[in-house]
């Protein structure tokens, strides 16, 4: 008898686990090193639907991993590729594709609650919380893994049971001292972050976003400070220009001639260094088309470092593709949106020729190294180089975890840690942690809003909802989103604006802080739901309206007693305390009490008002202190 492909599975797994699996609806996020791996395990395991999302195309430095890639599919979807790639281990399981943002406004709450279990492979810390946060609020368990090198890691995430991606910390990005990156760099990295979060930021992003510069003023930096703020007020200057002719040259002369000029001047800051080489453009452009520097076959070598006219060409280019795209978003969205800026991304080409460039005829002016593409998209990125074996490895993790997921039983899972060079075992599997109680995402109340966006104003959500369907009433409370704070009792500029100018769309979340001291609610997470709400008076309305909140309330903390050990009480009573001996020896049952050691007699304070004693001793490191009971 012909044995089909599902048969080892049921022999396996057990009949009832594999019937889970097949009936199995899953999302997978990302397609890189772990996903690869992740969907050739769901599908060969024959899970019965597996949707995968992922917004990067294939490249070439991918290829040495991600297996499911070839040389012909680069600049293609990574999440098509895969798909196609995949479908053919197992025909037999439905494969659905998504080259998109997971954050994009189609990937609702509804749609996450359509899942049976998701599997996170991403690299990116924002997304990840973005998953995690939509998981906690579907309530549908989630599977996190990532790899660092040759370490790796997988954590299973059930609301209220499990620790979440949020429960602990996340190391900040290292920041750099904002006169080091702008008036005295030493090293590739500085000259890189200049470009990335400095100059790409000012011509393209918007300019006061320099979370990696650090602009504290002391007393021997305050007059360096008041320039460079100078200098970026030029820049907006020039970038007023975006689009034109003359914007390259003048962009250009700027930071490689004027300020380089500048710096040279100050004499004593350039005793103990070499000083920077201001550059013409003129004369470099002149330069870049005799040796015929050719900007196409020089942006596809990654690898190669590029040459001083070979990375004005490319800057020249970058600028020019940029300015193209920053002008359709002004167009679209209006000078002065959020939305018509471009930031940095590691897969964005644009950005990424940009910084590189900028990067390395900074380096040139400086006296440093110059780095490759290939190098500076990994030290912008913050990327460590990724191991095959490790995304291997971390990826069986992931299906033996969904195992247990599947079966519910969520107190077996196991948080498994992989550290090879740990001197102990190479799989170091824990119990999982339980949530933090203190948890900015999994320790408040999630519900639901929904919310016509083109009707609904912040006073809306304020009168209507938070104090009315919430509970709050005349509570003093906060309303804050990604953006910052909305409203608070002193914050009530904004009540009239429609939710959509405070930057609030589908899928955002709001978070609600109880201010009061006593009694006072959890924090409220709302996920806003868009939708027309035409036929009904009020533009906002509960998803759940016959269902009353039950918020719980912050618990109590308290009061904590200072230790006082001054003798300045009133009404205080003094008690015995008796200190064994430095002589520990037993006494002999022949022994008298007069032969016996010494027991030296302490005094303790202890307030009336309260149980604390406050021991005082002029012998410390007697042992223990044993306290006679009048």
Known sequence: MALDRDTFNRQSFGPSLNASIKQARVLMVGAGGIGCELLKNLVLTGFGEVHLVDLDTIDLSNLNRQFLFRHEHIKKSKAEIAKEAAQRFNPNVKIVAYHANIKDDQFDLDWFKGFRLVFNALDNLEARRHVNRMCLASDVPLIESGTTGFNGQVQVIKKGVTACY???SKETPKSFPVCTIRSTPSQPIHCIVWGKSYLLTEMFGTSEDQATLD??????????IAELKKESEALREIRASVGTQQFPQMLFDKVFNKDITRLRSMEDMWKSRRPPEPLQYDTLLRQASDTGAVKESTIQDGQKVWTLEENLAVFNDSLSRLSDRILELRKQHGDNSPQATISFDKDDEDTLDFVTASANIRSHVFGIEAKSRFDIKQMAGNIIPAIATTNAIVAGLCVLESFKVLRGEFDKAQEVFLTPFAGQRLLAPDRPRAPNPDCPICGNYQTSVCVDLSRATLNDLVE????????????????NSDEGLLYDPDETDNLEKLLSELGINQNSFVTIVDEGEEDAFINVVLNIQSSSLENTGKPIKGLEPDRAPEIPRKPRKEPTIEPNGDHTHTQDREIDVEVPPKDLKRPREDQSDADAPSMKKKKANVA??????????DDPGTGAITIEDD
């Open 166 to 168: 949020d429960c602990t």
């Open 215 to 224: 602009m504290s003023e002391n007393g021997d930096n305050a007059q360096e």
């Open 464 to 479: 209507d909802f938070v104090k009315l369907q919430l509970g709050f009433g005349e509570r003093e409370f906060a309303v």
């Open 608 to 617: 009336a008002t309260d149980d604390v004693i406050l021991l005082e001793s």
